[in-house]
C-alpha cells in the first residue's frame, strides 16, 4: 500500500479464499482500496456461484453502485435522491438471485462455527503429519481460515506418486493451480523475472489434501503415513 501511494497506484485485493482470515489483526481484503471475495461452492462460505466487493475507499462507491446495476444510478434512486433513474457508464448485471444470496445469508451466519471446524481439521492435519518426512504448510502466526492445507513432497516423481496411491486409496487429493506466469495467458499478458525457478518447483510438489467440513482428518493421516512409511 506504501508504494501504491507513492506511485498513485489503485490496489485491488483479491482474497477471493480468505474471507475469515487476518494479516496482522486486519481483516484481509480490508487492506486495498477494494477488496473481493468469493462465494464459489470450493471457498468455506459458498453459495454456488457469487461473490463480493468490497469497498475500502469512499470515492469508489457510487461507480460501484452503477457499474453493479446495469451502468445506471437505480440504487439513488430507490434512496430517494434522484427523481428517477438513467444510464450513466458501463455496467453489467452484478447482483446474485435472491435463491442464491438466502442460502448464502444461512452460511454467513454460521461462518464463526465454520471456521472453527476447519480449523479444528487443520490442526489435526498438521500435528499428525507433522513427524512424517515432507515439508507441512505454516501460518506465519497470522490467523488463517483454514481453507485448505498442503504440503510438499521430494520431486515432481514423488508427487505425481503420492496423488496416485492416495487416488487408490480413494482419496481425492491434487496438487494446485499452475504459476500464472508459466501459463498460455501468462506469458502472451504478463511478465516474470529469471523465470520464477522457484515457484515452478513448488508447483511440482504441492499436494493439496481434502479440506471441507465433516472430512476424515484422521484417516487420511493414517493413508498418508502408510504411504510415506
Known sequence: MAIAQAHKLIVIEDAAHALGAY???RALGSIGHVGTYSFHSTK????????????NDAQFVQRAEIIQEKGTNK????RGE?????????GSSYVISQLNAAFLWAQ?????????KRLTTWQTYYQQLKPLDIQLATTNNHQHNAHIFYFLSHSASHQKLLLLRLSNAG??????YQP??????GQRYGKSNNGLKNTLKVSKCLIRVPMWVGVDAERV????????T
Open 108 to 116: 454467513l451466519l454460521a461462518m464463526e462455527d465454520i471456521t472453527q
Open 171 to 176: 482419496i481425492q487429493a491434487s496438487g494446485h
Open 82 to 90: 434522484v427523481p428517477y433513474y438513467q444510464w450513466l457508464d458501463i
Open 75 to 78: 440504487y439513488q434512486f430507490l
Open 44 to 55: 468455506n462460505i459458498q453459495c454456488g456461484e457469487g461473490g463480493a466487493l468490497v469497498i
Open 180 to 185: 500464472l506466469h508459466n501459463s498460455i495467458a
Open 23 to 25: 494479516y496482522k489483526g
Open 221 to 228: 493421516c493414517e493413508e498418508l503415513e502408510k504411504i510415506l
